[in-house]
């Protein structure tokens, strides 16, 4: 039996795997679920009883999975870090982030907006697309750290707001 | 074995090589797609790369790969003296543009008619013509095929667009005159959203097509679109190749196409082929292309544009005609007339098209970036994939994200919409994103399966789909458990089974090229 921990969504879940045979039985608390290896990364996995066809590889510390086209990301609880991601980040609701690598086009706010959840905040050209970035939380803008044509990457935020004291309080 | 090698010998000898070699002025799938159909015919194929394709599966697919420079487009891709430079250098004749970049570039298919290289696609002329969408409208209104009310010509102050949207009353829609693939098209539903809507539209078409023409049209509420493949050789004879329905769209993108369109009888598709025809020949087309509908709720439709090049969604019309399309490009544009095939051009069974994006169907629809860890495809009867990619390839911004193609075949649409769920299952990419999910719950959906397939229907039926993605968290920590797991235990050499550490992390310091290290 060999014990792990991951965080998955924000949560971290603690399982355990041992080999049975050909197949391999993992444990999160009272669930089992049964995998073989079907070699080049694919796994066929017991899910409630039907056979599904599951693909997984980890790559510099993150699991990427397929699971019957749902996509998903897991990380090792001591690997955990931020990988890019949208406007939203779980934690950080008073910073604005780019979806993605891109071209600033139009800042929509000033210093010292009262903004809402959801406001557009933003416009990032990527790929030729123009993409609007929307306030994750109501708040004031704190800051605004770049200014149209300006490149963005996804690590350094854009805007940042000042919460209000029951939002930041959480 | 001399006499199978004889056979060979006339085999050979029988099949006329139209050109000698053809330069493919284009990247990912589609010019691996073109370079099969070269492929097929004998003829050597040249790819064109960028720094940033230098690992690109094209570059290696072709016979022969040209550096053409930097990442961005204007420097590489749409580059024409570069281009064409590299179809001297390798002693092309022919060059095979595509979609996209210079594939509808008039100035283009100009420059190869005065460098004596044959552009495999139609005249500069009928591309100057169809590619301007307000001189289009015109042409094909003098025609007696129906168009969209609207601008019949292009207006620098706003006070013009007011009175057009007026005149045919809101929602109206944005559009530019050069433009294609949703970019420069903003809807508007009232005079206070007209002015930044216009300005915004104006914005990404200067980016995209270096115009910044945008002109007004009435916004048909809830149409399909519907389109008709043609061909056109340079003996008179320009036929239809049957319709597509492309009706699956996210901000103004097609995702999923099929044919046949489960809208338009028998006599429909006679009459709407026929004006797809009249178009053709109005523009004095040749090579392939596509007349482009949008087709009423009432069942009236509207002639929207012509595509002057082979489009992202040909290979549905492929698989219910057994037409190879890029192989009758080149054979057009080497001179020969259409095959006797085309007399008695017949639709079998359904085929549906699901386009695989780089972008994060659970979230808009954002571009995804990062390495592709894990491909592998779907296989079966009845299941195409043109993909552009491979394990190890970085997808990054600099072009548009589309992959890969995933195409099905069965005898009904029921059966072909059964297999598409199946054959999106089954094909894995990890390390980016994808619209899979997103696309196997459309396929699900009732008003799909009964062929209510509007323009809207993203907007109507999918706006409120939320994937509950804590429901996967257990299966999902139990896969990473697993390949923790098969990651300790140490792989004994020739052993079955993996690591499923993916290679490029194995790998770790080495260098592929330059684009992955740690």
Same mark, same amino acid.
């Given at each position: 039996?060999?014990?792990?921990?991951?965080?998955?969504?924000?949560?971290?879940?603690?399982?355990?795997?041992?080999?049975?045979?050909?197949?391999?039985?993992?444990?999160?608390?009272?669930?089992?679920?049964?995998?073989?290896?079907?070699?080049?990364?694919?796994?066929?996995?017991?899910?409630?009883?039907?056979?599904?066809?599951?693909?997984?590889?980890?790559?510099?510390?993150?699991?990427?999975?397929?699971?019957?086209?749902?996509?998903?990301?897991?990380?090792?609880?001591?690997?955990?870090?931020?990988?890019?991601?949208?406007?939203?980040?779980?934690?950080?609701?008073?910073?604005?982030?780019?979806?993605?690598? %891109? /071209?600033?086009?139009? *800042?929509?706010?000033?210093? $010292? +907006?009262? =903004?809402?959840?959801?406001? #557009?905040?933003?416009?990032? !050209?990527?790929?030729?697309?123009?993409?609007?970035?929307?306030?994750?939380?109501? %708040? /004031?803008?704190?800051? *605004?750290?770049?200014?149209? $044509? +300006?490149? =963005?990457?996804?690590?350094? #935020?854009?805007?940042?707001? !000042?919460?209000?004291?029951?939002?930041?309080?959480? | 074995?001399?006499?199978?090698?004889?056979?060979?010998?006339?085999?050979?000898?029988?099949?006329?090589?139209?050109?000698n070699k053809i330069l493919v002025a284009n990247r990912s799938e589609i010019a691996i797609r073109v370079m099969n159909a070269c492929r097929t015919l004998g003829i050597p194929s040249v790819a064109v790369y960028s720094?940033?394709?230098?690992?690109?599966?094209?570059?290696?697919?072709?016979?022969?790969?040209?550096?053409?420079?930097?990442?961005?487009?204007?420097?590489?891709?749409?580059?024409?003296?570069?281009?064409?430079?590299?179809?001297?250098?390798?002693?092309?004749?022919?060059?095979?543009?595509?979609?996209?970049?210079?594939?509808?570039?008039?100035?283009?298919?100009?420059?190869?008619?005065?460098?004596?290289?044959?552009?495999?696609?139609?005249?500069?002329?009928?591309?100057?013509?169809?590619?301007?969408?307000?001189?289009?409208?015109?042409?094909?209104?003098?025609?007696?095929?129906?168009?969209?009310?609207?601008?019949?010509?292009?207006?620098?102050?706003?006070?013009?667009?007011?009175?057009?949207?007026?005149?045919?009353?809101?929602?109206?829609?944005?559009?530019?005159?050069?433009?294609?693939?949703?970019?420069?098209?903003?809807?508007?539903?009232?005079?206070?959203?007209?002015?930044?809507?216009?300005?915004?539209?104006?914005?990404?078409a200067k980016n995209a097509f270096d115009d910044d023409t945008v002109y007004l049209e009435k916004y048909i509420v809830n149409p399909r679109h519907i389109e008709f493949q043609i061909l056109a050789d340079h003996h008179?004879?320009?036929?239809?190749?049957?319709?597509?329905?492309?009706?699956i769209q996210r901000r103004h993108q097609k995702i999923i196409e099929e044919s046949p369109s489960v809208a338009i009888n028998d006599e429909l598709r006679a009459r709407m082929g026929a004006d797809a025809v009249k178009?053709?020949?109005?523009?004095?087309?040749?090579?392939?292309?596509?007349?482009?509908?949008?087709?009423?709720?009432?069942?009236?439709?509207?002639?929207?544009?012509?595509?002057?090049?082979?489009?992202?969604?040909?290979?549905?019309?492929?698989?219910?005609?057994?037409?190879?399309?890029?192989?009758?490009?080149?054979?057009?544009?080497?001179?020969?007339?259409?095959?006797?095939?085309?007399?008695?051009?017949?639709?079998?069974?359904?085929?549906?098209?699901?386009?695989?994006?780089?972008?994060?169907?659970?979230?808009?629809?954002?571009?995804?970036?990062?390495?592709?860890?894990?491909?592998?495809?779907?296989?079966?009867?009845?299941?195409?994939?043109?993909?552009?990619?491979?394990?190890?390839?970085?997808?990054?911004?600099?072009?548009?994200?589309?992959?890969?193609?995933?195409?099905?075949?069965?005898?009904?649409?029921?059966?072909?919409?059964?297999?598409?769920?199946?054959?999106?299952?089954?094909?894995?990419?990890?390390?980016?994103?994808?619209?899979?999910?997103?696309?196997?719950?459309?396929?699900?959906?009732?008003?799909?399966?009964?062929?209510?397939?509007?323009?809207?229907?993203?907007?109507?039926?999918?706006?409120?789909?939320?994937?509950?993605?804590?429901?996967?968290?257990?299966?999902?920590?139990?896969?990473?458990?697993?390949?923790?797991?098969?990651?300790?235990?140490?792989?004994?050499?020739?052993?079955?089974?993996?690591?499923?550490?993916?290679?490029?992390?194995?790998?770790?310091?080495?260098?592929?090229?330059?684009?992955?290290?740690?």
């Amino acid at each position: 039996m060999t014990n792990y921990e991951f965080l998955f969504n924000g949560d971290v879940v603690a399982s355990s795997v041992e080999k049975d045979g050909e197949s391999l039985k993992v444990r999160l608390g009272e669930k089992e679920f049964e995998f073989h290896s079907a070699g080049n990364n694919l796994f066929s996995a017991t899910i409630n009883g039907a056979r599904h066809q599951v693909a997984v590889v980890k790559h510099k510390g993150v699991y990427y999975i397929d699971i019957d086209s749902v996509l998903l990301e897991v990380q090792e609880a001591s690997e955990v870090g931020f990988s890019g991601g949208a406007g939203d980040r779980g934690g950080e609701k008073d910073k604005v982030f780019a979806p993605m690598p %891109g /071209k600033i086009v139009k *800042i929509m706010v000033e210093v $010292g +907006d009262e =903004v809402e959840e959801k406001q #557009p905040m933003v416009i990032v !050209e990527a790929m030729k697309m123009e993409n609007q970035v929307n306030s994750c939380a109501k %708040g /004031k803008v704190k800051a *605004i750290n770049f200014a149209p $044509g +300006d490149q =963005v990457g996804t690590e350094s #935020p854009i805007i940042e707001l !000042e919460l209000p004291v029951e939002e930041t309080s959480r | 074995m001399w006499t199978s090698a004889a056979h060979m010998n006339v085999t050979a000898n029988t099949m006329e090589k139209l050109f000698n070699k053809i330069l493919v002025a284009n990247r990912s799938e589609i010019a691996i797609r073109v370079m099969n159909a070269c492929r097929t015919l004998g003829i050597p194929s040249v790819a064109v790369y960028s720094d940033a394709d230098k690992n690109s599966k094209h570059r290696f697919y072709a016979d022969e790969a040209i550096h053409i420079g930097p990442s961005p487009p204007r420097e590489s891709y749409l580059h024409i003296d570069k281009i064409i430079n590299a179809a001297k250098q390798t002693g092309c004749d022919a060059i095979h543009p595509g979609y996209g970049f210079l594939a509808e570039n008039p100035a283009f298919a100009e420059r190869c008619r005065q460098e004596k290289i044959t552009f495999i696609g139609p005249s500069p002329e009928a591309i100057r013509l169809l590619g301007n969408k307000i001189e289009s409208r015109v042409k094909m209104s003098g025609v007696d095929v129906p168009i969209i009310p609207g601008m019949k010509s292009s207006a620098s102050d706003m006070a013009t667009f007011e009175q057009a949207a007026e005149e045919a009353g809101y929602p109206v829609l944005i559009k530019a005159a050069g433009g294609g693939g949703g970019k420069g098209m903003r809807v508007v539903n009232s005079l206070d959203e007209l002015a930044p809507a216009v300005e915004a539209a104006r914005r990404e078409a200067k980016n995209a097509f270096d115009d910044d023409t945008v002109y007004l049209e009435k916004y048909i509420v809830n149409p399909r679109h519907i389109e008709f493949q043609i061909l056109a050789d340079h003996h008179g004879n320009t036929t239809h190749v049957f319709e597509r329905e492309c009706s699956i769209q996210r901000r103004h993108q097609k995702i999923i196409e099929e044919s046949p369109s489960v809208a338009i009888n028998d006599e429909l598709r006679a009459r709407m082929g026929a004006d797809a025809v009249k178009v053709a020949r109005a523009a004095n087309y040749t090579n392939a292309g596509t007349v482009e509908f949008l087709f009423d709720e009432s069942g009236y439709y509207y002639f929207l544009e012509v595509n002057t090049r082979l489009q992202v969604e040909h290979p549905v019309s492929e698989l219910v005609t057994g037409v190879d399309l890029v192989v009758e490009q080149i054979r057009i544009a080497a001179g020969l007339p259409l095959s006797d095939q085309f007399k008695n051009l017949t639709q079998r069974g359904h085929a549906i098209e699901c386009r695989i994006y780089a972008e994060d169907g659970e979230n808009n629809f954002f571009p995804s970036s990062g390495t592709i860890v894990h491909y592998s495809e779907p296989v079966g009867p009845g299941i195409r994939v043109d993909s552009g990619i491979q394990a190890g390839m970085e997808i990054g911004i600099d072009y548009d994200p589309i992959m890969a193609k995933l195409i099905v075949h069965a005898p009904t649409r029921e059966l072909a919409i059964a297999k598409m769920i199946h054959a999106l299952n089954e094909y894995k990419i990890l390390g980016v994103k994808t619209s899979k999910k997103f696309m196997i719950d459309i396929l699900r959906h009732s008003d799909f399966a009964a062929g209510k397939t509007y323009t809207s229907f993203i907007e109507n039926n999918m706006s409120d789909r939320q994937l509950d993605i804590d429901s996967y968290k257990e299966i999902a920590v139990a896969a990473a458990t697993v390949v923790s797991l098969s990651a300790t235990v140490p792989t004994v050499k020739g052993m079955k089974g993996t690591t499923s550490l993916s290679p490029w992390e194995v790998i770790g310091s080495w260098q592929i090229g330059d684009s992955i290290h740690d």
